[in-house]
């Protein structure tokens, strides 16, 4: 079966997309990679750059898309998370007749979204809180993220302090840091190390204005980010990483379990995660309750977070459930 796997940009070793492409072939695909921009290859499977990495613009990216999508030999598409691509192959892939999945763990629905999702065949997504418009639909299949365990095997915890806190994300509205903030307010003698990407940097600016009104400049520090090498590090010398995104599960919180690191986090998350206990609610005072009740001993053990890590959301389970339905084209 050969699959067009189409991807906004390879950027490293550690790149999710090279991992997904990998265990696709392992399950027996043969993958094209179509990406904006390729700062890897070569690599041992074929990528089509659209050369944003050597300056062309977008006109001549969308040239160079309809060349490929026209030229290259392939049976399905797979389109991670940029349903633009969807839109602007329509007008070659339908009348074809090529089978197209999506890949969109989001739960806004942009205009590009919504002409992929009329003709894809599937609607692939991590948790049930993505495309919510599309709850109930046959298209919409919720398959878990996709760790690869290979790059996270289960870890020894060795954090020494149940005080110390972690969360790590991009650090955008969506992500409620202020609600961490204040429950850090409700914990005296906590503190909170904060790791991610300023996607809003005015929202950063909120956050660390807020930091000092709150008289936690000594308690909170912001990190900025880290590279993929060191995080499981991070995660282990941490017992409890705090993540209140309302919208959907961080694949952070599911890395940190592998390294015996418990998430705190919405009553919604922790069901789509597949762990029994959370606050009760998302308020700065059900925050550090749960926490200061749970610091000290976690409501589940290493190998019970790893266990749920594996079973519901491992890469190899991932790509088994999506090939069932890109290989059968339904």
Known sequence: MR?????????????????????????????????????????????????????????????????????????????????????????WWVPCRIPVYLWYTHY??????RVTASFAKRLFCATSQSMPTYEGSPKKVVCGHGIDLSVWPKRENKSEDPRSLVAVHR?????????????????????????????????VAELKALTKELGLDRRAAFHGTVPLHLLPQVYSMHRLILNEASETIDKTMLEAMTC???????????????????????????????????????????????????????????????GEYIRSGT
């Not at 806004?108 to 979204?113: A, T």
């Not at 919405?266 to 610091?295: L, M, Q, S, W, Y």
């Not at 589940?300 to 519901?312: A, D, I, S, T």
Request: hydrophobic share 40%; with cysteine.
């Open 3 to 91: 699959l067009l796997f189409i991807t906004q940009k390879l950027h490293g070793q550690d790149s999710f997309g090279i991992h997904w492409v990998r265990e696709f072939r392992r399950q027996g695909f043969d993958v094209t990679v179509l990406c904006l921009e390729d700062l890897v290859s070569p690599l041992e499977f074929p990528v089509l750059s659209l050369g944003k990495e050597i300056g062309i613009g977008k006109v001549g990216q969308v040239i160079r898309f309809f060349r490929h999508i026209v030229t290259a030999r392939y049976d399905r598409v797979f389109i991670h998370m940029s349903p633009v691509w969807g839109l602007l192959g329509a007008w």
């Open 108 to 113: 806004k629905n942009s205009c590009s979204f």
């Open 171 to 203: 650090l955008s509205r969506s992500k409620r840091v202020e609600l961490l903030l204040r429950a850090l307010t409700l914990l005296p003698g906590y503190r909170l190390d904060i790791f991610g990407i300023a996607a809003e940097p005015d929202y």
């Open 260 to 322: 015996g690191c418990y998430p705190v986090t919405t009553k919604r998350n922790a069901e789509a995660i597949g762990i029994p206990f959370a606050p009760e609610e998302d308020t700065p005072e059900a925050i550090a309750a749960f926490v200061t009740e749970h610091a000290e001993r976690l409501p589940m053990n290493p190998e019970e977070m790893y266990n749920v890590v594996k079973e519901r959301h491992s890469l190899e389970g991932l790509v088994r459930k999506m």
